[in-house]
């Protein structure tokens, strides 16, 4: 489980910013005729054709053209009735922009935004004819390749903003001209955005081209392969927020860096590689509002705002103390130790909008907060008191010993994820959290927990897997159930099989007790099932006791097994949940057998696929023929880079003859189908040679190479059961 609590905050200031912008209408005078004609034609070009589909908040330009055209819709005008300010931002535009198009003859032009559309086009050469600009924001609209250098030529500029999602080998980039031509005759520049734009430049070069601007009050280039050392900041006495995360650069902070800089409110440095330790001088800043220092490599000692070291390692919560203004911080995952006592710390304390600590040794803290994440600490002790306006809760991976509080659920009314996994929590599960529908992700995972389920908490995510709990499992959920993911494993559970699924079901390792559910090919969901495991990508029905014919033909409707000729076979991506609150992201976790090996993992990749069927008493010989048809529809799984990928039909008692399907699966690294009833000869000419004779042992009625039975014998003697348990079929691809 992974979260990204801060870019939603980042992605709908953005938005804020763009409609405050759009409501804005400057009228001063009627609008020029020849502006009015421009705007029409501008409207009604393909160019800037605009499409209601291309974006739930894609906004259709609605010009009346009975109207002054200085009163449109994110039209503005100066006093002579010239357009000034244009916004077109989030309008849903998915065409080319076109050279020739009439935005480029709007001489009076001072604003101009264009972002959030999709023009997907390389970066044009018109946009220096609008030399009176003054802002510029053309920002994730999907420009590509290389910033043409007449961007440079726009000298009256004050605002330039060229950010871009970064994922794609066509992103934007700045090499021709490099990022010290782009900027050196914008003199007046204040906000500089460039995020998501491979620069490439190291901190030297990042220095020599951005230090003339004394007056630069915004510097945000994330995400742009910047590396080396970061240039100093003091000489920047008007910054007021700095971004230079999920770069690579190195070395060192020094307290030279922060001295003098009494309007930085904003700073982020995260996932930058950086080391040494964090500078007094950066806490000492008290116009602070938000700090990132994640994921670095920052240590060593630390001094409070007295300047007085602490020791190695230990950042004492009073560092904080007097940043009033301080409202997110995150300084996980780093190897820093945070000394929060026992004890309330005397005010004034900032009042946290968003805390992250994962990672940072905590012992104690009690704070009142909206977005808190503390897994992965030493938490001890009773439980802690839940801030009361919290809409995200993390304090998984602790040492808690506690019985939840009957009343928990009272604490948790703006709640929408919540997790106590991985700690030693005990006691029943208090009825009390079904109380608020908020709550959409409920993690009490690898506890100590007892007693029944209640009913009535099966929310979007609900995680209860590797406790004691007991019970039935109820059949069926309502219509408007949201549950997505459901994981009980290894618990007491009893009752039958599930009939209405999400994406994940892992009820494995409990006492069900069902006949083999035929209703699965109706399940188009259903990604993971775990039974011990459709669109299925794992399947795990073993150590159960299903009986009867195995028909596997609605393996044909599993769709996420088969390959996918418009998803590109590069991706690899992880099964996860979006967009609890605060830009969340929820991942499963899953206990799989392969070859024998018990693997444990922490995040499941979408390729990743697995059959598991062993340990059953599932019967033949008309349960293994409409196997080889179905899995020879995954061919391709190697040619789609579809890693450890497994079939398991092991113990149960298979019969039949080997299909020639079967032996046409050329990507078979391994193929075990010994000790089952399988008769006839072994398909020759195809892969199957290439195994060894163990792998076909103990099949009475099984001949051919590379058995040293020949075809056309008489059939050895079939053992009893008593001489051998039912036997496997396991193609595995490692």
Known sequence: MRTLLFSCLLFNSFFAIFFSISNLVLVSGHCQSDQRQLLLELNLSSSFRSTTFATPLGRLMKWNQTKDCCSWEGISCDAGGHVIGLDLS?????????????????????????????????????????????????????????????????????????????ISKTSLKLEK????????????LRFLYLDGITISATGNELCRAVLPFTKL?????????????????????????LNLGDNQLSGTIHSTDWSGLSKLEIVDLSNSKRSGTIPPTLFGIQSLRRLFLSQNQFNGSIGDLHGKASSLGLIPMSAFQNLRNLSDLDLSYNRLSIDAPATNISPPFPTFTALELASCNL????????????????????????????????????????????????????????????????????????????????????????????????????????????????DT????????????????????????????????????????????????????????????????????????????????????MQPNPDKNQSELKHLQFEDFGGGVKYQDAITIIIKGLVLELVKILTVFTSIDISYNNFEGPTSIVPIPGVIGKFKELLGLNFSHNSLDLSRNSLGGEIPLQLANLNFLLFLNVSNNKLVGPIPTSTQLQTFSEASFENNAGLCGPPLKTMCGLPPAKEDSPSDSETGSIIAGII
């Open 363 to 474: 012992t104690n803290i009690n704070s009142g907060i909206w977005i808190l994440d503390l897994h992965g600490n030493q938490l001890q002790g009773q439980v802690p008191t839940l801030p009361s306006y919290a809409t995200y809760l993390d304090y998984s991976d602790n040492n808690f010993s506690f019985v939840l509080p009957a009343h928990i659920g009272d604490s948790l009314q703006f709640t929408s994820f919540f997790s106590l996994s991985n700690n030693n929590i005990q006691g029943r599960i208090p009825e009390s959290l079904c109380n608020h529908t908020k709550l959409q992700v409920l993690d009490l995972s690898n506890n100590s927990m007892s007693g029944t389920i209640p009913q009535c908490l099966f929310q979007m995510i609900l995680n209860l897997r590797r406790n004691n709990l007991s019970g039935i499992i109820f």
């Open 477 to 560: 959920f309502s219509k408007s159930c949201r549950l997505q993911t459901l994981n009980l494993n290894q618990n007491l559970l009893e009752g039958k099989f599930p009939k209405s699924l999400g994406i994940v079901l892992d009820i494995g390792n409990n006492q069900i007790k069902d006949s083999f559910p035929c209703h699965l090919k109706n399940i188009t969901m259903l990604r993971v099932l775990v039974l011990r495991s459709n669109n299925f990508t794992i399947f795990d029905l073993a150590s159960n006791n299903f009986r009867g014919k195995l028909h596997l033909t609605c393996l044909g409707t599993w769709k996420a």
């Open 90 to 166: 989030i309008r849903g535009i998915s065409c080319p922009l076109d050279v020739s198009s009439s935005l480029f003859r709007f001489q009076h032009l001072q604003r101009l935004n264009l972002a959030f559309n999709w023009f997907k086009t390389s970066f044009l050469t018109g946009f220096d004819k609008l030399e009176n600009l003054s802002y510029l924001n053309l920002s994730y609209s999907d420009f590509k390749r290389q910033i043409p250098v007449e961007i440079s030529r726009l000298t009256r500029l004050v605002t330039l903003d060229l950010s871009a999602f970064p």
């Open 177 to 188: 001209p490099n990022l010290e031509m782009l900027v050196q005759n914008l003199t007046r």
């Open 217 to 241: 009050q915004v510097l945000s280039m994330s995400d742009c392969y910047l590396s080396g050392p970061i240039p100093s900041c003091s000489s920047f006495k008007n910054l007021g927020e």
